[in-house]
């Protein structure tokens, strides 16, 4: 496991799985805006898109995917260095507290015509630094509900496990890592 720094500054980071030669995030986004892979989703999911959404179109929720997720990669790469990711990055439990160390977190898309189903998932270092482990089309009310969302889960628990298991305590660590 690889951590590859997304933005200059060093306030956002995705991790590069072993076996994989891109980082999370990139594929991620990739695979939002990837129509075929997007219509084979949204055809396995249907009736999720059709209970939780009031959604029949799969074309129209391709549309709305493709357009939202380039909103929210915009979003996240390009905010100013002055406004903190933890504006984007909430607690992925509404529980738990806001500032735990290695806490799993996510960010949303927005939508204007329906709730946004786009989630980037992450761990949080410190206030306003984070690695992200990963994203779904979230089309449940809770993660465990789906295998795919499930798979995200599992995706950051591993990278939190990893970083206890290396030492990682603080952003000092990860920067020793990362540059050692």
């Known amino acids: 496991m690889r ?3 997304l933005v200059d500054d060093g306030r956002l980071w995705s991790v590069i799985y072993d076996g994989d030669s891109a980082n999370a995030f990139n ?5 939002w805006n990837n129509f075929e892979w997007l219509t084979s989703f949204f055809k396995e999911n249907a009736d ?5 959404f009031h959604i029949t179109d799969v074309d129209a929720a391709i549309y709305d995917t493709v357009e939202e997720a380039n909103n929210l990669e915009c979003l996240i790469l390009d905010l100013s260095s002055d406004i903190s990711l933890d504006r984007l990055f909430r607690p992925l439990n509404n529980l738990d507290p806001p500032d735990s160390f290695l806490s799993k977190e996510k960010a949303k898309g927005r939508n204007p015509i329906h709730a946004s189903w786009l989630r980037i998932y992450a761990i949080r270092i410190q ?8 994203g779904a089309i979230k089309l449940t009310a809770t993660m465990k509900e789906r295998a795919h ?8 628990n ?4 990893f ?10 660590d990860f ?3 990362n540059n050692g």
């Open 175 to 177: 920067e020793l890592y």
């Open 3 to 5: 951590f590859e720094r």
């Open 163 to 172: 970083l206890v298991e290396i030492g990682i305590s603080d952003l000092d």
């Open 158 to 161: 591993k990278v939190r496990d």
């Open 27 to 31: 594929e991620v986004f990739s695979q």
């Open 48 to 52: 999720d898109l059709n209970h939780y």
């Open 149 to 156: 969302t499930i798979k995200e889960l599992e995706k950051m």
């Open 127 to 134: 206030s306003g630094v984070y690695i992200v482990t990963g």
